[in-house]
C-alpha cells in the first residue's frame, strides 16, 4: 500500500515522552507542537501502546533531539516534572543503559526518590514547611506533602502570631 504510516514499536518513543516529562514537558505542550493530541501523548508516554505510526514517532524524536538538554521552565514545567518523579521517570542524561553516573548537566533532576525524601526530611527536621521545601527543591508543593506523608512525618505548623 503506497503511502500508507507504518506501525513501529513504541518503547523509544515512549522513553522520549518519559525523559521529556522528567525535564518539565507535558503532554499537551508536545502535542502542540508536534501536531498530535495531549490524549494520545499520555497513553504513549504511559506505554499504553505497544505500537505507535511511523510519522508519529519521527515527529517525536525530531521534538526530543530539538530540546535535548534544555529543561522547560514555562508553563506546567513543575507540575510535568512532578508526575514524572511520581512515576520514577528520569532525564535522557539518567537513563542507567547509556551512562552509569548521574551526569552533571541535569543535576537535580536526577534526584531519585531517595535522594529527595533525605532532603525533605532534613528540611522538615529544620522546621521548615512543604510549601518552602517546595521552593527549595524546585517541586510542587502537593508533590512534597504526598512524599512526606508516605514517609510518616508530620507537617510543620505555621507559627501563630
Request: with cysteine.
Amino acid at each position: 500500500m503506497a503511502g500508507a504510516d507504518v506501525k513501529v514499536s513504541s518503547q523509544t518513543a515512549t522513553r522520549m515522552l518519559q525523559a521529556l516529562s522528567a525535564a518539565g514537558w507535558g503532554c499537551h505542550q508536545i502535542a502542540a507542537e508536534i501536531g498530535g493530541h495531549g490524549h494520545h501523548i499520555s497513553e504513549l508516554r504511559a506505554g499504553n501502546q505497544d505500537l505507535v505510526k511511523q510519522s508519529t514517532a519521527s515527529r517525536i524524536t525530531a521534538f526530543f533531539r530539538a530540546r535535548e538538554g534544555s529543561p522547560n521552565t514555562g508553563h506546567g514545567a513543575k507540575r510535568a516534572r512532578a508526575w514524572a518523579m511520581k512515576q520514577r521517570w528520569h532525564t535522557a542524561h539518567c537513563w542507567d543503559d547509556i551512562v552509569t553516573d548521574r551526569h552533571p548537566k541535569c543535576r537535580d533532576q536526577c534526584f531519585g526518590v531517595r535522594d529527595i525524601d533525605e532532603k525533605i526530611r532534613a528540611l522538615n527536621a529544620k522546621g521548615m514547611p512543604d510549601t518552602k521545601i517546595a521552593q527549595a527543591l524546585d517541586r510542587t508543593c502537593s508533590n512534597i506533602t504526598f512524599r512526606r506523608r508516605a514517609m510518616g512525618i508530620p507537617a510543620v505548623r505555621k507559627a501563630t502570631a
